[in-house]
């Protein structure tokens, strides 16, 4: 037996044969060629790239022009997947970042639907109280500079004392940058102005009568509340837009946790156990 496999070992065809058949199991081996080292540059890729160029450019791209767009892109997808295979997308912290914030968007854009009128009044009418204009206050001060006074307090109660006298407001006090005397401004507005503290203070002076020290971001002050403009709610034509914003932006939101709450129960998430078995 021996002899007569060492005789067809020797035949052309059969050592044609094996060689084949070795040839097969290596590539086999080796495997087939992957389909993610193909590229396929489609007419719809060709088509976005030479939109793209036109939105950048104001024209069409010529031949050579769309050839190197096209060399480009597909340098591009070399790198990027040469790069995941190598494993570079992970342990990314910025890489991690972009891709959720891109599953995000696109979770936002497939579940966004135009909200009905009849929603957004009913969420206007639930919110209502989130709307109201602010209230709005004139009023006028006299202004102590603490640099000038080592007691600027003491000063201010003296002052006190004058004006309760009938003693004229802008004749007293320290020349100041901004202006003495405010019209219907909201707390906001005076907050920006002379600083928290100042408008903090301001709800609770009485209408018409001088009082203070009222501390501000500059030093010092007496202040005479004129009066106070109501605050009251628009009607929902008036803020029709900002109710949409608000709405979409809610709603979104409990939208997105939705969507968390549907991928996470896929997941079994395993923790490792403590000391004790617990």
């Known amino acids: ?20 058949a070795a040839l097969f199991l290596f590539e086999a081996w080796r495997g087939a060629p992957d389909e993610g080292y193909r590229i396929d540059v489609g007419a719809a890729e060709t088509a976005r790239l030479a939109a793209l160029w036109e939105t ?7 031949d050579e022009e769309l050839s190197n767009l096209t060399e480009a892109w597909i340098r591009e997808e070399i ?6 295979r190598l494993g570079l997308d992970r342990d990314d912290t910025i890489v991690r970042r972009r891709l959720i914030q891109k599953l995000g968007f696109l979770n936002e854009a497939e579940s966004a639907v135009e909200p009905a009128e009849g929603e957004l009044r009913a969420f206007f009418e639930r919110e209502r109280e989130a709307y109201r204009f ?27 004392e004058q004006l309760e006298a009938g003693a004229a407001w802008r004749s007293l006090g320290d020349p100041f940058m901004l202006n003495s005397s405010y019209a219907e401004r909201s707390l906001p507005e005076v907050r ?16 018409g009568e001088w009082s203070g020290p009222v501390p501000s971001a500059y030093g010092v002050h007496l202040v005479r509340v004129l009066g106070i403009e109501s605050a009251g709610t628009p009607s929902f034509e008036q803020v029709h837009d900002r109710v949409e914003v608000d709405y979409l932006e809610t709603h979104t939101g409990d939208e997105a946790e939705a969507y968390y709450r549907t991928l996470r129960d896929k997941y079994e998430v395993r923790f490792p156990r403590r000391e004790g078995g617990r």
Do not use: C, N
């Open 79 to 84: 790198y990027y997947r040469e790069a995941v």
């Open 192 to 207: 920006a102005l002379l600083g928290g503290s100042f408008a903090s203070a301001l709800p609770d002076r009485l209408v």
């Open 56 to 62: 950048q450019t104001g024209a069409l791209p010529t």
């Open 1 to 20: 037996m021996s002899s007569r496999l060492k005789a067809l070992a020797g035949e052309p065809i059969v050592v044609f044969l094996l060689a084949g």
């Open 134 to 160: 602010p209230d709005r206050y004139s009023f006028e001060h006299v202004y102590l500079d603490p640099e000038r006074h080592e007691d600027p307090d003491a000063v201010a109660g003296d002052l006190l």
